[in-house]
């Protein structure tokens, strides 16, 4: 019975950390000053999703939001720290001051936009459907029955899409690419609407498999930026105008060019108004 | 009934007991007594010899043929081992239920009966924690009669208790004994053993020395072994 | 430029989530029914088998508690299929689970198995029972009674297994509270309510387990 009631004391204890570190008082986001006071510029990258982030054959953080971060902390003439961050974790993270601004799948939504601020976008996510050739499973109709089963990733912006627009097919939630791509080939699910700019990355691994891949322009576009915690204009003001900078020089699409094995599929507008 | 063999434990041990009879086992700790009743019930495995029930040899050999010996015979046990978990009715029928699928309402009414007969109609809900020591042995030998068996086996059925609670088990025995129950009592209580038994063996290094009516056993030992025996039991 | 928590964005949430506390549940209780039986098959076969039986359960119990169970689901998950062998989501993590948990329980019932009364065990064999009576009537009560704390435990902590589960497309408690989470970006505030949700998962059974050993099992525990 001790036992148990320890199980208890530490779930309330935990629930009670909990509820402490969701009231991040005296942590908060770093305004660009104290950045670069601190000298320091701290992003959060997510490295299970390739190319975008990765662990390279050194097991160093490395790709395409890396070296855009790299880009990011010369011109702000400061030592960049790159922090892996997963999906549960990374928005507290930005909100007490952890990492400065976080990458990786930050689709924008209004929803989102709620919880935190977005600089101008850094890349554009088109979406597509992803199959086994031969299964006929090219359009959104084809997709919207109840014997179809959709693969996604958890957490990522296409599921509440799927919900709306093809609300009979089965959706199976998995925890990354590589298992949505290896359920897609075992035939546990029959194909994926997601984001296609990173799937000649992501299929690599999986050449036995004759894959297609159908862009759905008709679905539109999503845009990620980089994610700034509320209210830190500061910064967010200042990263808007390095982002411009590198659109315009060309840097991002270098780098997009260099790690997606292609161009983007949309084209981001560098805006000079933001 | 007889038994012989070679073994390690006992050896030399032949032995009738005729029914109705209580024959009395005697000897000094490590003479054998309670391995003759634990391996007339299968606890343990003779090597040799051969046990027999009006002229019924029972086969000790596997698991299915043993359960022919426990339909003759049936053990109650110094630490009374009832099942902790179970109350004193359900100890009682448990076996007769299990494992020889009697039915269970005419199983019960029988348990209650042996309860009743052993003193403890008042019990029958009690677990054996909640009983004295006196009380879970009486509980015992209901559970071993409500087998029906030909011979009862008693154990050292005595030795576990505070002295003050010998006398209602033994009470018990004397009651089975006039109602002309077929037993083989392992017992340090001399006088009892002298009072219930028609017969005594005495036992000595795994083998039978002497049988003989009470009378003679304890009165006029022949083999020196009993004499030593009766003399140290006497002093006491 | 404090964070500041809104749960108004999470709350509509709320029944979806409790939603997921019932798979939870439902898996806790599941695996930790087929790992009880399987621990206890597993333990009359150490207590009571033959050498070859006794040195394959030996080998299972290793296998199982030395690797990390989300390698065992992925391979029943994602493995078996390569052999013909597709199973469910649910039936994937529910069989992976109940392995895992078999494995501890062998251990945790063994232990049960040392600590019987030899007495109990030469009544009901004088008796006649067989060994599954035996196993059933003798020393199973005996094992709920005697290791009722480590065997709750770890039902509750089955219950905290159960988010591996997420991992494999079921959607219980922890992964709905991944998918909130993804869709509000109210990150403290879905795994805030999130986890009371388990403590509260938690404190239910633990309190129900108390109930059912003191009817079932006359185990003295404290409630609370």
């Known amino acids: 019975m001790t036992d148990r009631r320890a199980i208890f004391v530490g779930g309330a204890a935990a629930a009670a950390a909990a509820a402490a570190l969701l009231t991040p008082t005296e942590a908060s986001a770093r305004p660009l000053e104290d950045v670069l006071r601190a000298g320091e510029l701290r992003v959060g990258v997510n490295p299970t999703l390739p190319p975008r982030a990765l662990f390279n054959d050194r097991n160093v953080i490395d790709g395409f939001e890396p070296e855009v971060a790299a880009a990011i902390a010369q011109k702000m003439g400061v030592r960049l720290v790159l922090q892996a961050v997963g999906s549960p974790e990374r928005i507290p993270m930005v909100a007490s001051g952890r990492i400065d601004f976080v990458m990786g799948a930050m689709s924008r939504t209004s929803e989102r936009a709620k919880v935190i601020d977005y600089t101008v976008p850094v890349h554009s996510e088109n979406y597509g459907i992803v199959s086994v050739a031969g299964r006929g499973l090219t359009t959104i109709e084809a997709l919207n029955k109840p014997e179809v089963t959709l693969a996604q990733v958890r957490g990522t912006t296409a599921i509440p899409y799927i919900q709306r627009a093809m609300p009979n097919a089965q959706v199976l939630l998995l925890d990354n690419y590589p298992d949505r791509n290896r359920a897609i080939a075992q035939g546990r699910a029959q194909a994926s609407f997601d984001g296609i700019d990173s799937v000649r990355f992501a299929l690599r691994p999986f050449r036995q498999v004759q894959w297609e891949v159908t862009a759905v322009p008709s679905f539109g576009v999503t845009y990620s930026g980089l994610g700034v915690a509320k209210n ?43 | 009934m007889s038994y012989g063999g070679k073994v390690d434990v006992l050896r030399d041990v032949s032995l009738d007991v005729e029914r109705g009879e209580v024959v009395g086992l005697i000897g000094p700790s490590g003479s054998g007594k309670s391995t003759i009743l634990r391996t007339l019930v299968g606890l343990m495995k003779p090597r040799a010899g051969r046990v027999s029930v009006e002229g019924a040899t029972v086969d000790y050999s596997s698991r299915g043929s043993l359960r022919v010996a426990r339909d003759r015979f049936a053990i109650v046990f110094q630490q009374y081992n009832l099942f902790q978990n179970m109350t004193a009715l359900r100890n009682v029928a448990i076996a007769p239920t299990l494992v020889k699928k009697r039915d269970r309402a005419q199983v019960d009414a029988e348990a209650r009966a042996l309860l009743a007969r052993v003193g403890l109609a008042e019990k029958v809900n009690a677990y054996p924690d909640e009983l004295s020591g006196g009380q879970q042995q009486r509980v015992a030998i209901a559970r071993a009669l409500a087998l029906k068996p030909d011979i009862l086996l008693l154990d ?23 109602d002309g129950m ?49 003399s140290r039991i006497l002093r006491h | 430029m404090n964070y500041s928590l809104i749960y108004s964005q999470v709350t509509p949430h709320i029944p979806y989530l409790l939603g997921g506390a019932v798979l939870t549940l439902q898996l806790a209780v599941i695996s930790f029914v087929a790992g009880w039986a399987i621990g206890l098959v597993n333990a009359s076969v150490l207590h009571f088998g033959p050498r070859p039986a006794r040195a394959a359960v030996q080998a299972y119990v290793t296998f199982f508690i030395n690797t990390p169970l989300l390698v065992q689901i992925f391979f029943i998950f994602f493995v078996l299929p390569d052999a013909g062998i597709l199973l469910s989501p649910y039936a994937a993590v529910a069989i992976g689970m109940s392995l895992n948990a078999g494995a501890y329980l062998t251990e945790i019932q063994r232990a049960g198995f040392q600590s019987l009364r030899r007495e109990e065990i030469d009544a009901a064999t004088a008796m006649g029972f067989s060994v599954p ?53 109210r990150s403290l505030e879905v795994f805030s309510i999130t986890a009371v949700i388990y403590v509260a998962l938690t404190l239910v059974c633990s309190l129900a387990l108390a109930l059912l050993g003191r009817w079932l099992f006359r185990v003295k525990a404290r409630i609370l």
């Open chain 2, 182 to 230: 077929t037993m083989l009592i392992v017992s340090h209580e001399m006088g009892f053993i002298r009072e219930v038994a028609s017969r005594v063996a005495f036992l000595d290094q795994g083998s039978v020395v002497e049988v003989g009516p009470p009378a003679e056993i304890f009165d006029a030992p022949k083999s020196p072994r009993l004499r030593d025996f009766t």
């Open chain 1, 232 to 274: 830190n204009h500061s910064l967010r003001l200042w990263l808007n105008v390095a982002l411009y900078e590198l659109h315009t020089d060309g840097t991002i699409e270098r780098l997009w060019e260099k790690w997606f094995d292609g161009p983007m599929f949309t084209k981001v507008p560098a805006s000079p108004f933001f």
């Open chain 3, 133 to 185: 009576q035996m196993v059933w009537y003798v020393i199973l009560p005996h094992i709920a009674k005697a290791l009722y704390p480590p065997l709750s435990n770890q039902f509750i902590i089955q219950v905290m297994t159960t988010s591996i589960a997420a991992i494999f497309a079921v959607e219980e408690l922890t992964g709905r509270a991944y998918n909130v989470n993804s869709l509000t970006f």
């Open chain 2, 156 to 178: 050292e059925v005595t030795a576990a208790l505070d002295p003050e609670l010998v006398g209602e088990v033994l009470d018990t025995i004397r009651a089975l004994q006039r």
